[in-house]
């Protein structure tokens, strides 16, 4: 199976974007697709039962929408924090279930943060972009 995941809030502008980019992909069996706020380290256990997973996130310092491999976090993948990273999440998955899938990171431009569910044209644009990526590796790949 391989997971899907969307983080981000769709109520702080680009910051959503990541959900746009789940809406503009088909649903598939052995495709399991989940929008978070934020990660948390309960979903270990989600991506231990992947054989691959994409985490999608906004990235302000992007200029165009990528996906590239994710390493786990090195040291303790589980100590307390107010943002639980994607590289965490894998080790957690890695150091509990012993998982090991693949792990990549999806990241989308973006550049405007502020309250409100519009995306910017450029958000928009890379979730589009984001989504062709995800397509061509997922849903094109046999």
Same mark, same amino acid.
């Given at each position: /199976?391989? #997971? *899907?995941? !969307?983080?981000?809030?769709? =109520?702080? @502008?680009? +910051? @959503?974007?990541?959900?746009?980019? =789940?809406e503009?992909?088909?649903?598939? &069996?052995?495709?399991?697709? /989940?929008?978070?706020? &934020?990660?948390?380290? $309960?979903?270990?256990?989600?991506?231990?039962a992947?054989? $691959?997973?994409?985490?999608? +996130?906004?990235?302000a310092?992007?200029?165009e929408?990528?996906?590239?491999?994710?390493?786990?976090?090195?040291?303790?993948?589980?100590?307390?924090?107010?943002?639980?990273?994607?590289?965490?999440?894998?080790? #957690?998955?890695?150091?509990?279930?012993?998982?090991? @899938?693949?792990?990549?990171?999806?990241?989308?431009?973006?550049?405007d943060?502020?309250?409100? /569910?519009?995306?910017? !044209? *450029?958000a928009?644009?890379?979730?589009?972009?984001?989504?062709?990526?995800?397509?061509?590796?997922?849903?094109?790949?046999?």
């Open positions: /199976m391989t #997971l *899907l995941v !969307a983080v981000g809030n769709p =109520l702080r @502008g680009d +910051d @959503g974007v990541a959900h746009r980019v =789940l503009l992909l088909p649903e598939a &069996q052995q495709v399991l697709q /989940m929008s978070r706020h &934020q990660l948390t380290p $309960e979903m270990a256990e989600d991506v231990a992947a054989s $691959e997973v994409y985490f999608i +996130d906004a990235d310092a992007a200029t929408a990528a996906i590239e491999p994710l390493a786990p976090a090195a040291g303790t993948a589980y100590a307390p924090a107010h943002i639980f990273a994607p590289s965490r999440l894998v080790a #957690l998955a890695i150091d509990l279930y012993g998982w090991k @899938g693949r792990a990549f990171l999806c990241r989308t431009p973006a550049v943060f502020s309250p409100g /569910m519009r995306l910017s !044209a *450029l928009e644009a890379g979730a589009r972009a984001a989504a062709a990526l995800l397509n061509r590796r997922i849903f094109e790949k046999n």
